[in-house]
């Protein structure tokens, strides 16, 4: 159950139109309580992606 929240509160962060350090990652994640143990890598995989471009505003996709 921890996923949907982490994947949305990832997407939040990835579209945010101000640059977003990993401290803002670590924060918004924290109130994801996760006992599959996925948090430490959902966790470097937003801050891989936001590192990857943090001057563009995600398009990572959509449902449409």
Excluded at 3 to 23: F, R
């Amino acid at each position: 159950y921890c996923q949907p929240g982490q994947a949305m509160t990832a997407a939040a962060l990835l579209s945010a139109p101000q640059p977003v350090a990993a401290e803002d990652v670590a924060s918004a994640l924290a109130g994801h309580l996760c006992r599959c143990g996925s948090y430490p890598r959902v966790r470097a995989a937003v801050t891989q992606a936001l590192a990857a471009d943090p001057a563009a505003p995600a398009s990572h996709g959509s449902l449409s």
